[in-house]
Nanobody, 122 residues
């Protein structure tokens, strides 16, 4: 059974920073791509960022490019999302996703975390 557990969400003022973490267990973490998605109230879940198994390939949604950075530590089975220059429109529940592929881009998501709330006040 694969488990993805997010942490690091919270309340921050506009312009501030947060770092989300996603700890994975139950499979060979380093073999698979990982990603982050988010869902704001009343909206569909949307892609934020993804990283390949090695960390050499990364993708970002246009809305976060230049402000967010995805990274991973395969020795710690953890993927991170560093979020800088946060805006009120970044407010959402952020979900960690485990792909069933090694590289990105991909739409083959095998596992989801439970989500962590990020709230950005203006």
């Amino acid at each position: 059974q694969v488990q993805l557990v997010e942490s690091g969400g919270g309340l921050v003022q506009a312009g501030g920073s947060l770092r989300l973490s996603c700890a994975a267990s139950g499979r060979t973490f380093s073999s698979y791509a990982m990603g982050w998605f988010r869902q704001a109230p009343g909206k569909e879940r949307e892609f934020v960022s993804a990283i390949s198994w090695s960390g050499s390939i990364t993708y970002y949604a246009d809305s976060v490019k230049g402000r967010f950075t995805i990274s991973r530590d395969n020795a710690e089975n953890t993927v991170y999302l560093q979020m800088n220059s946060l805006k009120p429109e970044d407010t959402a529940v952020y979900y960690c996703a485990g792909y069933s592929t090694a590289s990105v881009p991909s739409n083959k998501i095998g596992f989801w975390g439970q989500g962590t709330q990020v709230t950005v006040s203006s």
